[in-house]
């Protein structure tokens, strides 16, 4: 980072205080979800099969898909790894389709299907057996997902998609993480577009540049880089509102 961290970090700061005080307008939340209740197992499967394939799509369709699936009590039952391993591949095809919770017919059908799998037979079909194998630990919990079984969880292994998971799940169940300034800031297009907007990359800002770059932009204040991803994302909806230092 070049030697103007300093006056970055203070657009860092105004553009969140703008955020939090409402004056950068909030999308309507859009992973939108069943009404379980935040300790439930199921809910813990909601927010992590359709994780793994929400990947190049929009993500408010792709949640919107999800939920249609969910309520669907033809296709409801994809959500449960313990049932949809004894489906066969054909009929769960045709079932992630049917409301385009599957874009991807036979790729996301497989990733589904494979992280079920390993559900399934490692962890008793419950996600949360994941977190209390990695011992709420976001770096232990990271290198069950990238390094232990890596094979065994395609994409959500991935740096982005396991950085976005542990997102998803702090904001959506009651999951308490420890060492919550290890998940990444996720560097989706908003985000991108963002990150250049403030001058901590150059124009052209590879994907796998950015976590790295919000690691440094952040150092010595007391935000976490996820508590940036919805400024960052909503900023840039937006069209980019000037930033008022005061």
């Excluded at 994780?51 to 408010?60: A, F, K, L």
Aim: with cysteine; charged share 20%; aromatic share 8%.
């Amino acid at each position: 980072m070049s030697h103007e961290l300093g006056d970055i970090q203070k657009r860092i700061i105004a553009l969140k205080e703008m955020f939090d005080t409402g004056l950068i307008p909030r999308t309507h939340q859009h992973e939108v979800h069943p009404e379980l209740d935040k300790s439930e197992r199921l809910r813990y499967l909601y927010f992590t099969l359709p994780v793994s394939i929400n990947y190049q799509r929009s993500s408010p369709a792709m949640w919107k898909s999800a939920l249609e699936t969910f309520n669907d009590p033809e296709t409801n039952y994809v959500f449960f790894p313990e049932r949809v391993t004894n489906v066969s591949r054909e009929q769960v095809i045709k079932d992630l389709v049917k409301h385009r919770l599957a874009l991807q017919s036979n790729r996301h059908t497989d990733i589904w299907l494979a992280i079920s799998k390993t559900l399934a037979e490692h962890y008793d079909s419950d996600p949360r057996l994941i977190i209390k194998q990695g011992q709420s630990c976001v770096v232990r919990i990271k290198n069950i997902l990238q390094v232990s079984h890596k094979k065994q969880f395609p994409y959500l292994s991935g740096q982005k998609m396991a950085n976005y998971w542990l997102y998803i799940l702090h904001n959506f169940t009651d999951v308490s993480l420890r060492n919550m300034h290890k998940v990444t800031i996720i560097p989706d297009t908003h985000v991108i577009q963002s990150t250049v907007r403030l001058g901590i990359l150059p124009g052209v800002a590879a994907p796998e540049k950015v976590a790295v770059a919000w690691d440094e932009a952040l150092r010595g204040t007391n935000i976490l880089p996820i508590d940036m991803h919805p400024v960052l994302w909503n900023w840039s909806r937006a069209n980019f509102p000037e930033i008022v230092i005061s």
